[in-house]
């Protein structure tokens, strides 16, 4: 297992955002005619979307991204404006335009590709605010940063300094570890609970931004989980999912453990750390290869629905844990990401086999 996580945090890469110090929206408009047919995607893909027009958008790892209206199958690749093709996150704003986090920018869609542009905050802390509509995006890998684009500006973030995240910096000098490209603030994941708070995972555990915080109670804002706290025991998995069940429980990125956190606490309290209770999670989950998982989805009847790796999906009903090997022909695949179209269908991303979808019994390689 930790053979196999340190080869998927080599291969992670995040986004990041070309052109940082200015405040303008947007740096090339491609003046090209958008996209061509093709008949199939990529067998490398890491990301699906659906839009509200219930186009379905597929993003690869190296091959642009691909639009599917039911009927009509367009590939958008550098050539047509997209700032890079490899993708590593796809979300619509509320007009309706399309945006792709990639390796070297964020792409904005609206028939045409514009590669937005950020504006760096004065310091660590500074410039956080959380609206309804913003959009949040990874930064790159060794950035330590995220943004958040509120429809005008795309505002480049840092986290404020924490003890661990400086002691993680001494104790990995890029004089000692020259290959070591990467920060301890290095985001990993982004969610949004239902309460508003959003929760980044990162090199060195959780933080929670608490954007209410310090109007409702006078504390920071944000918050820590150490890795070590939520029992991430493996070297290269770091919190890669988070997700509230119906019950408001937490679980991040393992099924070992679920998470209370105590309600009406602030977010961070003098030392930066969140008041929660640790619970047992699902027993057996190790043993049975689902200890660690890379995504997670609630389906329609608030089932947690998880993938891993290299031990295929698996159906967390609150009681019963069940597992769906997905396969291409006689062998198993490894998995990415798991998502939900808005009509409740469950997808899979597959970094060697394309795409697949649940049948109700079976998660099934979809034909185009």
């Given amino acids: 297992m930790r053979h196999t996580a340190l080869i998927f945090g080599i291969m992670i890469t995040f986004a990041s955002c070309s052109g940082q110090g200015t405040r303008q929206v947007a740096g090339s408009r491609s003046s090209a005619i958008a996209g061509h047919a093709v008949s199939a995607i990529d067998t490398s893909i890491w990301y699906i979307f659906q839009d509200r027009k219930d186009n379905y958008w597929f993003g690869s790892n190296g091959k642009g991204v691909y639009r599917y209206d039911g009927k009509n199958l367009t590939h958008f690749s550098t050539k047509d404006g997209l700032c890079h ?114 929760w980044f995972g990162t090199n060195i555990g959780l933080c929670r931004y608490d954007p209410v915080a310090i109007a409702r109670t006078g504390s920071n804002a944000f918050g820590w989980i150490s890795e070590e706290e939520l ?45 929660f209770r640790k619970e047992k999670g699902i027993v057996g989950s190790k043993d049975h290869g689902a200890a660690y998982f890379m995504s997670s989805v609630e389906d329609n009847n608030g089932d947690m629905w ?47 086999a394309g795409a697949y979808k649940f049948n109700g019994k079976t998660f099934e390689k979809f034909r185009f």
Wanted: aromatic share 14%.
């Fill in 231 to 275: 029992g991430i025991d493996d070297i290269a998995i770091h919190v890669r999912s988070t997700f509230e069940d119906k019950n408001g429980s937490f679980w991040f990125t393992n099924t070992m453990h679920r998470f209370d956190i105590y309600p009406n606490e602030p977010s961070g309290n003098e030392n930066g750390s969140i008041s």
């Fill in 306 to 352: 998880m993938v891993t790796f290299r031990n295929g999906a698996w159906r967390y009903d609150g009681k019963k844990l069940t597992q769906y090997v997905v396969k291409a022909g006689n062998e198993s695949i490894m998995l990415f990401s798991i998502y939900k179209d808005r009509q409740g269908g469950l997808w899979l991303a597959t970094p060697t």
């Fill in 85 to 198: 093709d490899q993708i590593r996150g796809i979300q619509e704003d509320s007009t309706g335009n399309i945006y792709f986090n990639t390796v070297d920018g964020i792409s904005k869609f609206d028939g045409t590709f514009t590669t937005l542009k950020s504006t760096r905050s004065n310091g660590p802390g500074d410039d956080w605010r959380s609206q309804p509509g913003d959009l949040w995006f990874a930064g790159a890998q060794d950035s330590g940063v995220v943004y958040r684009y509120d429809g005008t500006i795309l505002h480049r973030l840092e986290f404020p300094k924490t003890k661990n995240g400086e002691e993680f910096i001494r104790n990995h000098p890029r004089s000692k570890y020259p290959n070591a490209r990467f920060s301890p603030y290095d985001v990993y994941s982004i969610y949004r609970d239902r309460k508003g708070s959003l």
